[in-house]
């Protein structure tokens, strides 16, 4: 069955980067477009951007343009989200999620990455 | 961006109740809307996708419906576990943008 599994925790001094994994189980990992999306506590979900693990294609939003890097690696069938220069409003859950080929919405879902800015 | 405005922000409901969530486009989505279920500490869940198509597994008392600018999520008869907040998501034009979800608890 379709898995997403990221990586745990992270706790970052503010202006340090911090880089995010989500492992692709159960599927062709180069079949799907993979987004990531963050959720700060207590606010609704924001896209953040794109990755086409198949020819490593990104589109990010303009909101992180020069800070947020997507990348992925096919041996291991893994993207990567990097962020940096992190500020306390980058604090949030930090998740993958599968673009469904067909929809084109999110169908699967990590299990999200905690991450915290604090000096 | 396309603006997605999603109302009631909260609502507290009886077991057995009939819930009706709404969510409006700003502009014609056509119909690339899912709705989302979101617990406490979990990433969220697909219920809907295509406005109205019924995601495999989920109980057949959630339902979606609407295309254009206007679309509905209706949950015909209240259970204790969906007790959640409910999202739609937009995803016709890039950025993909959520509405600002539907905290719905149990009286």
């Known amino acids: 069955q379709v898995q997403l599994v990221q990586s745990g925790a992270e706790v970052k001094k503010p202006g340090a980067s911090v880089k995010v994994s989500c492992k692709a189980l159960g599927y062709i990992f180069t079949s799907h477009n993979m987004h990531w999306v963050r959720q700060a506590p207590g606010q609704g979900p924001e896209w953040m951007g794109i990755i086409n693990p198949s020819g490593g294609s990104t589109s990010y939003t303009q909101k992180l343009q020069g800070r947020v890097i997507m990348t992925r690696d096919t041996s291991t069938s893994t993207v990567f989200m990097e962020l940096s220069s992190l500020t306390s409003e980058d604090t949030a859950v930090y998740y993958c999620?599968?673009?469904?080929?067909?929809?084109?919405?999110?169908?699967?879902w990590g299990q999200g990455s905690l991450v915290i800015v604090s000096s | 961006d396309i603006q997605m405005t999603q109302s009631p922000s909260s609502l507290s409901v009886s077991v057995g109740d009939r819930v009706t969530i709404s969510c409006r486009a700003s502009?014609?989505?056509?119909?690339?809307l899912g709705w989302y279920q979101q617990k406490p500490g979990k990433a969220p869940k697909r219920l809907i996708s295509a406005a109205s198509s019924l995601q495999t597994g989920v109980p057949t008392r959630f339902s979606g419906s609407g295309s254009g600018t206007e679309f509905i999520l209706t949950i015909s008869s209240l259970q204790p576990e969906d007790s959640a907040t409910y999202y739609c998501?937009?995803?016709?034009?890039?950025?993909?943008?959520f509405g600002q979800g539907t905290k719905v608890e149990i009286k």
């Open positions: 998501l937009q995803h016709n034009t890039y950025p993909p943008t």
């Open positions: 999620a599968r673009r469904e080929a067909e929809r084109g919405d999110f169908d699967y």
């Open positions: 502009q014609d989505i056509r119909n690339d």
